[in-house]
């Protein structure tokens, strides 16, 4: 069984590499992920029930369906998906920048 070097595919973890080099990856992984799932808390919780209410004055054009029902039905689904696809194309381009390969 081989051992495989940690270091080839963490930048953190790379001799060479400068000392916030990981912690820069890191904040900026994190980053992306606060700003993610606030935006998904503000479509889920705010537009299926907070503001439902006042989106039900809006109907979707050829449904009829109320806006705040369909947030809370379909949307925030939607935008669940969108936002996972965001994440994605956001950590592998922060990946890239940083050098970190996956296997």
């Keep these: 069984m081989s051992e495989t070097n940690p270091s080839s595919t963490n930048p953190s973890l790379e001799p060479s590499a400068p000392a916030g080099a990981g912690r820069a990856y890191w904040r900026r992984n994190l980053r992306y992920l606060v700003v993610l799932l ?14 439902a209410d006042a989106l039900n004055r ?11 029902f369909w947030f809370a039905q379909q949307g925030a689904i939607y935008a669940f998906l969108l936002l996972i696809v965001a ?3 956001l950590m592998n381009r922060l990946d890239r920048a940083h050098g970190v390969l996956e296997e």
Aim: aromatic residues 18%.
């Design 87 to 89: 994440y994605v194309v």
């Design 38 to 51: 606030l935006v998904w808390a503000l479509v889920s919780f705010g537009c299926g029930i907070v503001w």
């Design 58 to 68: 809006v109907r979707l054009p050829g449904t009829g369906f109320p806006l705040g």
